[in-house]
Protein backbone atom coordinates (compact mmCIF):
# COMPACT_ATOMS: atom_id res chain seq x y z
CA UNK A 1 0.00 0.00 0.00
CA UNK A 2 1.10 3.44 -0.83
CA UNK A 3 1.71 6.02 2.08
CA UNK A 4 -0.70 8.78 1.20
CA UNK A 5 1.13 12.33 2.33
CA UNK A 6 -1.55 14.93 3.50
CA UNK A 7 -1.06 18.40 4.62
CA UNK A 8 -3.26 19.19 7.55
CA UNK A 9 -3.85 22.94 8.93
CA UNK A 10 -4.04 24.25 12.80
CA UNK A 11 -6.08 27.07 12.17
CA UNK A 12 -6.11 29.01 15.36
CA UNK A 13 -7.74 32.75 15.27
CA UNK A 14 -7.46 36.11 17.14
CA UNK A 15 -9.72 34.71 20.14
CA UNK A 16 -7.27 31.30 20.26
CA UNK A 17 -9.59 29.19 18.69
CA UNK A 18 -8.85 26.05 16.48
CA UNK A 19 -11.07 25.02 13.23
CA UNK A 20 -12.23 21.86 13.19
CA UNK A 21 -14.03 20.02 10.50
CA UNK A 22 -16.19 16.71 10.41
CA UNK A 23 -15.41 14.36 8.16
CA UNK A 24 -18.10 13.08 5.31
CA UNK A 25 -19.87 9.61 6.32
CA UNK A 26 -18.46 8.51 3.16
CA UNK A 27 -15.14 9.72 3.57
CA UNK A 28 -12.42 7.51 5.30
CA UNK A 29 -12.32 7.99 8.64
CA UNK A 30 -16.13 9.04 8.38
CA UNK A 31 -17.92 11.43 11.17
CA UNK A 32 -14.65 12.16 12.49
CA UNK A 33 -13.46 15.44 13.53
CA UNK A 34 -10.04 16.49 11.55
CA UNK A 35 -8.26 19.77 10.83
CA UNK A 36 -8.90 20.76 7.60
CA UNK A 37 -6.61 19.83 4.34
CA UNK A 38 -5.93 17.05 2.00
CA UNK A 39 -3.51 15.24 -0.13
CA UNK A 40 -0.17 16.87 -1.02
CA UNK A 41 -0.46 16.22 -5.21
CA UNK A 42 2.76 15.75 -7.49
CA UNK A 43 5.05 18.81 -7.64
CA UNK A 44 2.98 20.55 -4.57
CA UNK A 45 5.07 21.27 -1.63
CA UNK A 46 3.25 21.30 2.20
CA UNK A 47 2.29 24.42 2.28
CA UNK A 48 1.11 24.87 -1.25
CA UNK A 49 -0.88 21.70 -0.95
CA UNK A 50 -2.45 23.08 2.24
CA UNK A 51 -3.29 26.49 0.41
CA UNK A 52 -5.02 24.89 -1.77
CA UNK A 53 -7.33 22.59 0.08
CA UNK A 54 -8.14 25.07 2.92
CA UNK A 55 -9.46 27.63 -0.07
CA UNK A 56 -11.24 24.30 -1.59
CA UNK A 57 -12.88 23.01 1.89
CA UNK A 58 -13.05 25.91 4.18
CA UNK A 59 -12.89 29.18 2.12
CA UNK A 60 -9.95 30.27 4.13
CA UNK A 61 -6.45 31.95 2.69
CA UNK A 62 -3.48 31.35 4.24
CA UNK A 63 -0.73 33.81 4.07
CA UNK A 64 1.81 31.21 6.30
CA UNK A 65 1.85 28.30 7.74
CA UNK A 66 4.76 26.55 10.09
CA UNK A 67 5.65 22.89 10.76
CA UNK A 68 3.74 21.91 14.05
CA UNK A 69 4.42 17.84 13.89
CA UNK A 70 4.61 15.06 11.28
CA UNK A 71 2.75 11.62 12.18
CA UNK A 72 3.22 8.38 9.99
CA UNK A 73 0.28 6.14 11.04
CA UNK A 74 -1.44 2.86 9.62
CA UNK A 75 -4.70 2.81 9.63
CA UNK A 76 -5.80 -1.15 8.38
CA UNK A 77 -6.84 0.27 5.19
CA UNK A 78 -5.09 3.39 4.33
CA UNK A 79 -1.14 4.40 5.57
CA UNK A 80 -0.87 8.40 5.74
CA UNK A 81 2.10 10.45 6.67
CA UNK A 82 0.30 13.62 8.15
CA UNK A 83 1.98 17.02 7.93
CA UNK A 84 0.30 19.18 10.86
CA UNK A 85 0.79 22.61 9.81
CA UNK A 86 0.27 25.91 12.48
CA UNK A 87 -1.46 28.25 10.38
CA UNK A 88 -2.33 31.77 12.13
CA UNK A 89 -2.02 34.36 9.35
CA UNK A 90 -4.88 33.80 6.97
CA UNK A 91 -8.06 35.74 6.04
CA UNK A 92 -11.82 34.73 4.80
CA UNK A 93 -14.83 33.64 6.71
CA UNK A 94 -14.16 29.94 7.01
CA UNK A 95 -17.56 27.98 5.61
CA UNK A 96 -17.92 23.88 5.07
CA UNK A 97 -17.40 24.36 1.46
CA UNK A 98 -17.96 20.32 0.73
CA UNK A 99 -21.18 20.17 2.84
CA UNK A 100 -19.40 19.42 5.82
CA UNK A 101 -19.84 20.82 9.70
CA UNK A 102 -17.19 23.13 10.43
CA UNK A 103 -16.51 24.69 14.32
CA UNK A 104 -14.41 26.70 16.28
CA UNK A 105 -13.38 25.04 19.30
CA UNK A 106 -11.57 26.38 22.23
CA UNK A 107 -8.11 24.29 22.94
CA UNK A 108 -9.41 22.91 25.98
CA UNK A 109 -12.54 21.79 24.41
CA UNK A 110 -10.13 19.44 22.19
CA UNK A 111 -10.83 16.36 23.50
CA UNK A 112 -14.71 16.23 23.57
CA UNK A 113 -14.10 15.62 20.14
CA UNK A 114 -13.64 12.08 18.08
CA UNK A 115 -10.42 12.44 16.22
CA UNK A 116 -9.11 9.88 13.82
CA UNK A 117 -6.84 7.71 16.19
CA UNK A 118 -3.32 9.14 14.28
CA UNK A 119 -4.35 12.80 15.67
CA UNK A 120 -4.25 11.73 19.58
CA UNK A 121 -0.54 12.92 20.04
CA UNK A 122 -1.53 15.94 18.25
CA UNK A 123 -4.37 16.89 20.25
CA UNK A 124 -2.78 16.26 23.56
CA UNK A 125 0.11 18.67 22.58
CA UNK A 126 -1.98 21.70 21.41
CA UNK A 127 -3.97 21.12 25.27
CA UNK A 128 -0.62 21.17 26.74
CA UNK A 129 1.07 23.57 24.54
CA UNK A 130 -1.66 26.08 24.45
CA UNK A 131 -3.34 26.20 27.97
N1 LIG B 1 -7.25 16.47 6.56
C1 LIG B 1 -6.98 15.62 7.53
N2 LIG B 1 -6.84 14.30 7.25
C2 LIG B 1 -6.57 13.48 8.28
C3 LIG B 1 -6.42 13.95 9.62
N3 LIG B 1 -6.14 12.88 10.41
C4 LIG B 1 -6.12 11.79 9.62
O1 LIG B 1 -5.89 10.64 9.98
N4 LIG B 1 -6.39 12.14 8.31
C5 LIG B 1 -6.45 11.20 7.19
C6 LIG B 1 -7.84 10.93 6.70
C7 LIG B 1 -7.63 10.66 5.21
O2 LIG B 1 -7.29 9.30 5.05
C8 LIG B 1 -6.45 11.53 4.86
C9 LIG B 1 -6.86 12.89 4.34
O3 LIG B 1 -6.91 12.93 2.97
P1 LIG B 1 -8.08 13.71 2.23
O4 LIG B 1 -8.82 14.64 3.10
O5 LIG B 1 -7.52 14.22 0.97
O6 LIG B 1 -8.91 12.46 1.92
P2 LIG B 1 -10.35 12.33 1.44
O7 LIG B 1 -10.85 11.12 2.15
O8 LIG B 1 -11.05 13.62 1.62
O9 LIG B 1 -10.12 11.97 -0.08
P3 LIG B 1 -10.46 12.73 -1.42
O10 LIG B 1 -11.47 11.86 -2.06
O11 LIG B 1 -10.96 14.11 -1.08
O12 LIG B 1 -9.18 12.76 -2.19
O13 LIG B 1 -5.73 11.70 6.09
C10 LIG B 1 -6.58 15.33 9.88
O14 LIG B 1 -6.49 15.82 11.02
N5 LIG B 1 -6.86 16.11 8.81
MG1 LIG C 1 -9.64 16.60 2.89
Known amino acids: MKR ?14 ILLSRRLSHQHQGGKWEFPGGKVEQGETVSEALTRELEEEVNLTIFDCSLFETISFDYPDKQVLLEFMLVTDFSGNANGNEGQEIRWVEVQALNQ ?9 IVTALMQQFS
Open 113 to 121: YEFPAANQP
Open 4 to 17: VHVAAGIIINPEHK
